[in-house]
């Protein structure tokens, strides 16, 4: 049975591991393995959330649900992170700074699906998106403080590198989220 504080436990054990972010990708992929029972522990998912299920300085652990049609712009963690879904799509796109400092260069793209389990290298630039038209459950996990951590955003990747800005992310989630919730009004 998944439950946060077991899950939290387990993460926490795995930090001791030499390399954290592995151990945590198979806990993460065994979370997954199981929607349902993550479904029963964090609801099912029907509004846009960002809800911190534990933080510190060394590991912070958010259910992520992503409102359908959410574009997230590039970002980087500055720390490894591990990425787990248990309904919908994640849509995740690379970057790497450009040679001249101005912007970002496109790398590669995932697709994420129910199920999967990926994990982030410290150096990791991404957008994410949900293209979709339901909610999209995941489980992010960060190698230190998600919160606290110096690191960067780009409006998109022709723009200029500025300082991360959580409250933004968070605007971003409710605007997606008001945004779809128009739009299920009006086709009735
Ligand atoms: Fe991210």
């Known amino acids: 049975m998944f439950t946060v504080e077991e899950f939290v436990a387990s993460c926490q054990e795995a930090l001791k591991e030499h ?21 029963a522990e964090l609801g099912t998912p029907t ?10 300085s060394e590991l912070t652990v958010l259910n992520i649900i992503w409102p359908p049609g959410i574009a997230l712009y590039p970002h980087e963690h500055n720390m490894w992170a591990v990425i787990g879904l248990y309904g919908g799509q994640e849509d995740n796109t690379f970057y790497t700074r450009n040679k001249e400092g101005t912007g970002l260069i496109r790398t590669g793209a995932q697709e994420l699906h129910s199920h999967d389990a990926i994990a982030l290298a410290k150096d990791a630039i991404h957008a994410v998106a949900n293209p979709r ?13 998600f919160f606290e951590e110096p690191r960067s955003q780009w409006a998109s990747a022709e723009s200029e590198e500025a300082p991360y800005n959580v409250e933004q992310v968070r605007r971003v989630f409710q605007m997606a989220n008001e945004r779809w919730l128009a739009q299920q009004e009006s086709t009735g």
Not at 47 to 55: I, V
Not at 133 to 145: K, N, Q, R
């Open 19 to 39: 390399t954290p972010e592995q151990a945590v990708q198979e806990l993460v992929a065994q979370a997954m393995s199981d929607p349902l029972e993550l479904e």
């Open 47 to 56: 509004a846009a959330k960002l809800t911190t299920l534990h933080h510190s």
């Open 133 to 145: 038209s339901e909610y999209t459950g995941a489980i992010h996990v960060y190698g230190g403080d």
